[in-house]
C-alpha cells in the first residue's frame, strides 16, 4: 500500500509533500509525545497524531516515515507545510479523531509493527 | 495525476518555458476553414493557435467555431472571422504551480504559451508539467547520488594515520521551529558517509533527543560536534546550564521530567529523551553540574560485526 491509496480511501486533505505520495507505508504508529514516536515508530510507518507544529516534520524526516496525518483538525500553519514540502514529507489533514483515523486504517490492513 | 495534486507542487524550480512543447502547429488569421479542418483531422487536435504575421498570438480556433461556421453554411469563411478571441495563456515565464493553477481554474486541457511580447512560442498540456515533476525528481536524486559518491569516498581518498571528520552545531535555546535541524543534517552526512541505515537511524534519534533538550532546557543553548571516522560516530553535546537537577533520576526514571507544562503540551518532555538516547548508542557518558552545565557524549560504532559486542 502506498500513501495516496490512504489518502483516496479516507478522503484526507493533502497539504504538503504531494511528491512523497507514492511512498510505500509500511505500518502504522500512534502517539502525539514525540519521544514515544522517535523510540518507537519504525521506518515507512504512517503516522497519526494531533500536534501539528514544524517539529512534526523533524521527527517525520528523521525517522523516514511515509507520512503524517494530523488528525482532530489541528491547524497547520505555512511554515510547517513549507518545511514538509521542503523535506518531501507527505502531511495529511483531517478533521477526524485519531481514533478513527486508526481505526480506518486497520481496516485497509495497516497494522502496528512492534 | 490529479488535478489538485497537480496544484499542491508548490516547491517547483523550473518555468512554463521549460516543460512547454515548443513546435505548435498554428494557423494564420487569413486561413480558409477548410484547411483548418484538414489540418485538425491530419493532427487529431481539437483546436490551433492563431498567429499574425509578427508571431503574436491573436486568437484560438476550435471545433467548435468550425461547426458553428459550417451550420451557418459558410464554408468558405477564413479563421478571421470565426476564431475565438478570448485567450487564456500563460508566459513562458511563469512558474509552472501557476500554470497548474490556471488548469485546475478553466478546466482546458492546454494553454498556449506566450512571451513578453506576446508572441506564441510554445504550447502547455498537463502532460508537460508532470514530465517537468518527474525530471526534476530525477535530477534531486542524481545529485544526491553524486553527493553520497563523493562523500562516501572520503575515507579511502585522503591519505593520514587517523582521519576523522567534525561536523558542529550551534543550537539555540526555545528555538522549536529549527529544532532536529542540527540531527536532520547530521542524518544526512552520515547518510551520504555511506552509514549503515540502522546506525544513521540510531544516530538521527539520539542527537534529536539531545538537541530538544537543548532548546527545552538549556539556557544559552548549546553545541552538538559530531566526530566521524573510519570505525564509529561521537555525538558531543554540550550546554553552559542550569544542570540536570537529578541525573539518575533523569537516566532511570520512566516519566521524570522537569519539563514546564507548556512545552509538554508540543508533545516534549515526556521524561524519556536520555533514556532513548541510551537506547540508541553503544556508550554514553553524561556529566552534569548544576549553574555549569551538562556535557553528554555518546558513541556508535560504524561497523557492529567487526568491533563485537
Redesign the interface.
Known amino acids: 500500500m502506498i500513501v495516496r491509496d490512504i489518502v483516496e480511501k479516507l478522503g484526507l486533505k493533502v497539504v504538503a509533500g504531494s511528491k512523497a505520495l507514492g511512498r510505500t507505508v509500511t505500518g502504522g504508529y500512534s502517539a502525539d509525545l514525540l519521544s514515544c514516536v522517535m523510540a518507537r515508530a519504525k521506518t515507512g510507518n504512517v503516522w497519526s497524531t494531533l500536534q501539528a507544529h514544524p517539529n512534526v516534520v523533524a521527527v517525520a524526516m528523521l525517522l523516514e516515515l511515509s507520512a503524517v496525518i494530523i488528525t482532530e483538525g489541528a491547524l497547520v500553519s505555512s511554515d510547517v507545510i513549507a518545511k514538509a514540502d521542503a523535506e518531501g514529507i507527505a502531511l495529511l489533514w483531517t478533521p477526524w479523531t485519531t481514533f478513527h483515523v486508526v481505526a480506518e486504517l486497520a481496516h485497509l490492513g495497516i497494522e502496528a509493527q512492534e | 495525476m490529479a488535478d489538485?495534486?497537480i496544484t499542491?507542487?508548490?516547491?517547483l524550480k523550473f518555468r512554463v518555458g521549460q516543460v512547454m512543447t515548443r513546435n505548435v502547429i498554428f494557423v494564420r488569421p487569413s486561413a480558409p476553414l477548410l484547411e483548418v479542418k484538414e489540418i485538425m483531422r491530419r493532427q487529431r487536435i481539437s483546436g490551433l493557435p492563431v498567429v499574425d504575421s509578427n508571431g503574436a498570438l491573436i486568437g484560438v480556433i476550435s471545433v467548435e467555431d468550425l461547426l458553428r461556421s459550417f451550420g451557418q453554411g459558410e464554408f468558405n469563411a477564413t479563421v478571421r472571422k470565426n476564431m475565438s478571441k478570448s485567450l487564456i495563456t500563460v508566459s513562458d515565464t511563469d512558474s509552472v504551480d501557476t500554470a497548474a493553477q490556471k488548469f485546475q481554474q478553466t478546466g482546458v486541457g492546454r494553454l498556449p504559451v506566450v512571451n513578453a511580447r506576446g508572441q506564441l512560442v510554445g504550447i502547455l498540456t498537463k502532460g508537460d508539467i508532470t514530465r517537468g515533476?518527474l525530471h526534476e525528481?530525477q535530477t534531486e536524486t542524481q545529485d544526491e547520488e553524486i553527493c553520497r559518491y563523493r562523500a562516501s569516498h572520503i575515507f579511502h581518498d585522503v591519505e593520514s594515520d587517523d582521519t576523522s571528520l567534525l561536523l558542529r552545531y550551534t543550537v539555540a535555546p526555545r528555538d522549536?521551529?529549527?529544532?532536529?535541524?542540527a540531527?536532520?543534517k547530521i542524518?544526512r552526512t552520515l547518510t551520504r558517509l555511506g552509514t549503515d541505515?540502522q546506525i544513521v537511524?540510531r544516530a538521527?534519534?539520539a542527537s534529536?533527543?539531545a538537541e530538544?533538550n537543548l532548546i527545552i532546557h538549556a539556557d544559552h543553548g548549546g553545541q552538538i560536534t559530531a566526530k566521524v571516522d573510519a570505525l564509529q560516530v561521537t555525538l558531543r553535546v554540550e550546554d553552559d546550564g542550569p544542570g540536570i537537577v537529578d541525573v539518575r533520576r533523569a537516566l532511570e526514571e520512566p516519566g521524570y521530567t522537569t519539563t514546564s507544562q507548556e512545552i509538554r503540551q508540543?508533545?516534549?518532555g515526556?521524561g524519556?529523551?536520555l533514556k532513548?538516547i541510551r537506547?540508541c548508542a553503544d556508550h554514553m557518558h553524561l556529566e552534569s553540574e548544576i549553574g555549569l552545565g551538562t556535557k553528554l557524549e555518546i558513541s556508535l560504532r560504524l561497523h557492529q560485526d567487526r568491533q563485537g559486542n
Open positions: 489538485q495534486e499542491r507542487v508548490q516547491k515533476l525528481i522549536f521551529n529549527n529544532g532536529g535541524g540531527s536532520s542524518k541505515s537511524r538521527a534519534i534529536y533527543e530538544m508540543m508533545g516534549f515526556g524519556m529523551g532513548n537506547k
